[in-house]
Every structure is written in structure tokens, then in C-alpha cells.
């Protein structure tokens, strides 16, 4: 399993040299490949983030891109790699250690409730009461199940939507990713 790099070759250090080359006081250490001297030169940054996008894909995909054309060096990304992780170290600086968003639902216990922090929206309102949290922690149900009921007619005014697939096929027709 690859290991983030915090010391220098990671996302979370891609955000520091940003940090530093526009003014602010970075909260880990530069990345090692784009100094933060050299970023301040520039009159405009633009960081454009590729969800999913790894170095591997790129490399053998990207051939002849403009992507590709322009890389300077893989970087590592953060622990857990998932968007919310991703993204809130984007907007913090800070690693999903010390943010604390591991994944797209996180146990919110001050607010007593399980939320999606990306949308800021709380898990569970549709259901008769909330989870119960002490310490930090779901408390066990009292309750049958999960201990919570679906609120039908709430539900109702909610309905799911299923996502279109997302497919990639290669010019011979082989699915590359799903």
C-alpha cells in the first residue's frame, strides 16, 4: 500500500506551497517538487482538481495530453483517499488526521447526528429520532433494528436517484473502468 508523503511529496504539501507562494503561513511543509518561491512568480494559480485521477492512469492513458505534457512529478494523496478527505485538506491545508473527515458520512457527536459534510446535509432526518452519541460514540439501540423508524411521508418528499453508470471504454471497445 502506498503511504501519503506529509514530508514533502503529498496533496497536503501541494496546499502548503499554494499557502506560502499567495502569503499565508502553511501548516505542513512545502512540496518538495514546487517550491513556494517559484508558485509566487506566477501572476494567477489555478488548481484544478481531477477526482480519481491517479499518476498510473495518467501516465498510460494521458499520452500526448495536455495533462500529461505538463506534469511535473507524481505527488501522493491523503489517508483516507476519498473525496471528502481529498477536498477538506483542499480547503483546510490540514491532513484528514487532523481535520477529521474520513469519508463522505462522518459522525458529527456535539450535533448528535451522522452528516455528509460536503453537502452539509444531516444523515438521518428521515427517521422518528436522531442516533444517540456519548463520548463520541453511537450509543447501542434501545430500540428494535437500528433503533430508528423511517418517517414514510419525509421519505417520500426524498426520493433516491440512481446515477447514470459511469463507463470508459478503450477505442477496441474494452471497459477500462466502471
Same mark, same amino acid.
Given at each position: 500500500?502506498?503511504?501519503p508523503?506529509?514530508?514533502?511529496? &503529498?496533496?497536503?504539501?501541494?496546499?502548503?506551497?499554494? @499557502?506560502e507562494?499567495?502569503?499565508?503561513?502553511?501548516?505542513h511543509?512545502?512540496?518538495?517538487?514546487?517550491?513556494?518561491?517559484?508558485?509566487? *512568480?506566477?501572476?494567477?494559480?489555478?488548481?484544478?482538481?481531477?477526482?480519481?485521477? &491517479?499518476?498510473?492512469?495518467?501516465?498510460?492513458?494521458?499520452?500526448?495530453?495536455?495533462?500529461?505534457?505538463?506534469?511535473?512529478?507524481?505527488?501522493?494523496?491523503?489517508?483516507?483517499?476519498?473525496?471528502?478527505?481529498?477536498?477538506t485538506?483542499?480547503?483546510?491545508?490540514?491532513?484528514?488526521?487532523?481535520?477529521?473527515?474520513?469519508?463522505?458520512?462522518?459522525?458529527?457527536?456535539?450535533?448528535?447526528? @451522522? &452528516?455528509?459534510?460536503?453537502?452539509f *446535509?444531516?444523515?438521518?432526518?428521515?427517521?422518528? *429520532?436522531?442516533?444517540?452519541? *456519548?463520548?463520541?460514540?453511537?450509543?447501542?439501540?434501545t430500540?428494535p433494528?437500528? &433503533?430508528?423508524?423511517?418517517?414514510?411521508? @419525509?421519505?417520500?418528499?426524498?426520493?433516491?436517484?440512481?446515477?447514470?453508470?459511469?463507463?470508459?471504454?478503450?477505442?477496441?471497445?474494452?471497459?477500462?473502468?466502471?
Open positions: 500500500m502506498l503511504r508523503d506529509y514530508a514533502g511529496g &503529498g496533496f497536503a504539501n501541494l496546499i502548503a506551497s499554494i @499557502v507562494a499567495c502569503g499565508g503561513k502553511p501548516r511543509a512545502p512540496l518538495s517538487a514546487l517550491p513556494a518561491a517559484e508558485l509566487a *512568480q506566477a501572476s494567477n494559480v489555478v488548481l484544478l482538481i481531477i477526482d480519481g485521477l &491517479g499518476d498510473h492512469y495518467l501516465r498510460r492513458e494521458g499520452a500526448g495530453g495536455a495533462l500529461l505534457s505538463r506534469r511535473c512529478g507524481a505527488i501522493t494523496s491523503v489517508f483516507p483517499s476519498t473525496t471528502a478527505s481529498a477536498i485538506t483542499a480547503h483546510t491545508g490540514w491532513t484528514p488526521l487532523e481535520h477529521g473527515l474520513t469519508g463522505w458520512f462522518t459522525l458529527f457527536g456535539a450535533a448528535g447526528c @451522522v &452528516g455528509a459534510p460536503l453537502p *446535509q444531516r444523515r438521518g432526518e428521515i427517521v422518528d *429520532q436522531p442516533l444517540e452519541t *456519548q463520548d463520541g460514540y453511537v450509543s447501542p439501540p430500540r433494528g437500528i &433503533g430508528v423508524e423511517l418517517i414514510e411521508e @419525509v421519505a417520500a418528499a426524498h426520493p433516491g436517484r440512481s446515477p447514470e453508470p459511469h463507463l470508459v471504454f478503450a477505442p477496441d471497445g474494452a471497459l477500462l473502468d466502471w
